[in-house]
């Protein structure tokens, strides 16, 4: 079974440009999140969907971050216009619903990041 | 709001030798989450509890839920287990990240 997939795994930007980050959660996994790891910092959470719906998005730093989830499959965020300070590694995690697995349903399964530089 | 307190935040150990990695936090919770993030980024799940002890290969958790607090244990270690292991809580407001503990084991 495929883990959770990120791309691109790197990316260098300038500042005020765009910048679209992709996440493939494992199939048939209703949840998934996004996260960001700032340098020295701790692991921040960003925003929550469930299905193609927003369940939480009180992370989402302001409104140059946007996220979607057409069809509740793959998600995507993006940065527009990026700034210095959204430098970092986003993180995409997925997991099932616990309503329906239990405590298992708990249990998120993180891709490998995209580390975003902004220069 | 969960405080999540890590310890050490450093942790440089010889191989072999036996590791302990602490987490605390300060509300009650559902589930305690240790992953562990290599050098190069990618983050894995090594355990998710909610009371006892969990045991993969050298790897042992623990959780004291009355006490607020969490253990990581690596038996026998090895330069391969050198990574960031990061404990997150899950409460009412999903999960709460440590700032992780970086670990070296030198051969």
């Known amino acids: 079974e495929a883990g959770v997939t990120q791309f691109p795994s790197h990316s260098v930007i300038e500042k005020g440009q765009t910048v679209t980050l992709r996440c493939d959660p494992i199939?048939?996994?209703?949840?998934l999140y996004w996260y960001r790891r700032v340098m020295g910092k701790e692991i921040k959470f960003l925003l929550h969907f469930v299905k193609e719906s927003k369940q939480d998005e009180s992370g989402m730093p302001n409104n140059r971050f946007l996220a979607e989830r057409t069809g509740g499959t793959y998600s995507t965020l993006k940065v527009q216009p990026a700034e210095l300070e959204d430098s970092g590694v986003y993180f995409c995690?997925?997991?099932?619903?616990?309503?329906?697995?239990?405590?298992?349903?708990?249990?998120?399964?993180f891709g490998p990041g995209t580390r975003l530089t902004v220069t | 709001k969960n405080e999540v307190e890590q310890s050490p935040q450093n942790l440089t150990a010889q191989e072999g030798e036996f590791i302990t990695i602490n987490c605390s936090y300060s509300?009650?919770?559902?589930?305690l989450h240790w992953l562990q993030q290599h050098p190069g980024g990618g983050i894995v799940s090594l355990f998710m509890?909610?009371?006892g002890k969990k045991k993969h290969g050298r790897l042992i958790a623990t959780i004291n839920i009355q006490e607020k607090h969490s253990s990581l244990h690596i038996t026998a270690s090895h330069p391969r287990d050198s990574a960031v292991y990061i404990c997150?809580?899950?409460?009412?407001?999903?999960?709460?990240f440590g700032k992780g503990t970086h670990l070296i084991i030198q051969p």
């Open positions: 995690a997925s997991s099932q619903d616990p309503s329906s697995t239990g405590l298992k349903g708990y249990e998120q399964y």
């Open positions: 509300v009650g919770i559902s589930a």
């Open positions: 509890l909610s009371s």
């Open positions: 199939s048939g996994h209703d949840n």
């Open positions: 997150a809580v899950r409460g009412a407001d999903g999960l709460t």
